[in-house]
């Protein structure tokens, strides 16, 4: 539904984004994710028409965006970091205007009506846009971006400067929006792509990183599992039970409690010896007060792939399609 190849953008001797591909399929949400100063905008406004790019394709809904503009547009809601509101406008009498520009010629009432109902803003229709608090202008700015219906919804930012609660509530009406609109999600909150997304491109520098499923990153970027135990047992003996297990890579000691120690245990990719485990404790008479495994969260991913970007060191991630992005 959105396919970018090879896409760059210099200003002077500056590229902003330099070599950008990336794909997302219908009805996906597609998370883009990079510090402040990415590209993350630019590529954004390239993908919906705003800016020309200097090499590469994109296309919308099957439309190339430099070749048939128009029609990418008609298929493609934008929402950039700034809402584009009138402030001397009701809610109800902007979201009639934007749909009469974008071509909303039947059922005009009913589509601002449907628009306000799926972004929760119906109670403040007759409010000026200049009231409204920034929660509900984003909600404005994703009734706009939805009005004519389109296939394509890119969010620049949809959650910045929200409060959490108004963060938890636009990352929930953006998954409702899934199925229905393919989206391309970009934004520098971890915790965003990571309960939004279901694919993430992370970008630094103006160059992708990374593409593959959160889920995906993670096991590529931790490599061996790890599972932290808490028992009661002396430390010297379950560090040397624990170890003597096959498919046990190392044993350590993470913490030690008034109670108990817990080892954070490393086994090998694919292994899966959580009854041995508890076997062992419990063979050697100690009480097993937890285990659970470790996964790396989005945030350690991201950190670590910036600090080996850095180096110049950036591993590949397999995408989803199975091919490779390059090293930055």
Same mark, same amino acid.
């Given at each position: 539904?959105?396919?970018?190849?090879?896409?760059?953008?210099?200003?002077?001797?500056?590229?902003?984004?330099?070599?950008?591909?990336?794909?997302?399929?219908?009805?996906?949400?597609?998370?883009?994710?990079?510090?402040?100063?990415?590209?993350?905008?630019?590529?954004?406004?390239?993908?919906?028409?705003?800016?020309?790019?200097?090499?590469?394709?994109?296309?919308?809904?099957?439309?190339?965006?430099?070749?048939?503009?128009?029609?990418?547009?008609?298929?493609?809601?934008?929402?950039?970091?700034?809402?584009?509101?009138?402030?001397?406008?009701?809610?109800?009498?902007?979201?009639?205007?934007?749909? $009469?520009? &974008?071509? %909303?010629? #039947?059922?005009?009432?009913?589509?601002?009506? /449907?628009? +306000?109902?799926?972004?929760?803003?119906?109670?403040?229709?007759?409010?000026?846009?200049?009231?409204?608090?920034?929660?509900?202008?984003?909600?404005?700015?994703?009734?706009?971006?939805?009005?004519?219906?389109?296939?394509?919804?890119?969010?620049?930012?949809?959650?910045?400067?929200?409060?959490?609660?108004?963060?938890?509530?636009?990352?929930?009406?953006?998954?409702?929006?899934?199925?229905?609109?393919?989206?391309?999600?970009?934004?520098?909150?971890?915790?965003?792509?990571?309960?939004?997304?279901?694919?993430?491109?992370?970008?630094? $520098?103006? &160059?992708? %990183?990374? #593409?593959?499923?959160?889920?995906?990153?993670? /096991?590529? +970027?931790?490599?061996?599992?790890?599972?932290?135990?808490?028992?009661?047992?002396?430390?010297?003996?379950?560090?040397?039970?624990?170890?003597?297990?096959?498919?046990?890579?190392?044993?350590?000691?993470?913490?030690?409690?008034?109670?108990?120690?817990?080892?954070?245990?490393?086994?090998?990719?694919?292994?899966?010896?959580?009854?041995?485990?508890?076997?062992?404790?419990?063979?050697?008479?100690?009480?097993?007060?937890?285990?659970?495994?470790?996964?790396?969260?989005?945030?350690?991913?991201?950190?670590?792939?910036?600090?080996?970007?850095?180096?110049?060191? %950036?591993?590949?991630?397999?995408?989803?399609?199975?091919? /490779?992005?390059?090293?930055?």
């Amino acid at each position: 539904m959105i396919e970018v190849q090879n896409l760059s953008k210099e200003y002077g001797s500056v590229r902003a984004v330099d070599d950008v591909s990336f794909r997302a399929e219908s009805g996906e949400i597609l998370g883009f994710l990079g510090p402040n100063g990415a590209g993350k905008t630019t590529t954004m406004r390239i993908i919906t028409g705003y800016m020309p790019a200097t090499h590469g394709t994109a296309r919308v809904a099957g439309f190339d965006v430099f070749e048939q503009p128009l029609e990418a547009k008609r298929r493609t809601g934008y929402l950039p970091e700034t809402p584009p509101l009138y402030p001397d406008m009701t809610v109800r009498e902007y979201l009639h205007f934007v749909a $009469k520009i &974008k071509g %909303v010629r #039947t059922n005009v009432k009913g589509r601002v009506d /449907e628009a +306000m109902k799926r972004t929760w803003v119906t109670d403040m229709a007759n409010r000026h846009c200049s009231k409204l608090s920034k929660g509900y202008k984003q909600r404005v700015g994703l009734a706009q971006a939805l009005i004519h219906e389109p296939e394509v919804l890119v969010l620049d930012e949809p959650s910045a400067g929200l409060d959490p609660k108004q963060r938890i509530e636009t990352g929930q009406l953006i998954r409702e929006l899934a199925g229905n609109h393919t989206i391309v999600l970009s934004t520098h909150i971890l915790s965003e792509v990571a309960q939004t997304c279901s694919k993430v491109v992370i970008i630094n $520098k103006g &160059k992708v %990183v990374a #593409t593959d499923t959160p889920e995906a990153l993670t /096991e590529r +970027m931790q490599g061996a599992v790890t599972m932290s135990l808490h028992t009661d047992g002396p430390v010297e003996d379950v560090q040397r039970a624990l170890q003597g297990i096959a498919g046990v890579v190392r044993v350590s000691l993470a913490e030690t409690r008034s109670d108990a120690g817990v080892f954070e245990i490393d086994l090998e990719r694919g292994v899966d010896v959580r009854r041995e485990l508890a076997s062992a404790v419990v063979r050697g008479g100690w009480g097993l007060l937890e285990m659970r495994p470790i996964r790396m969260s989005l945030e350690d991913i991201y950190l670590s792939l910036m600090a080996e970007e850095a180096k110049g060191q %950036v591993p590949a991630a397999v995408t989803t399609e199975g091919s /490779e992005v390059a090293n930055a």
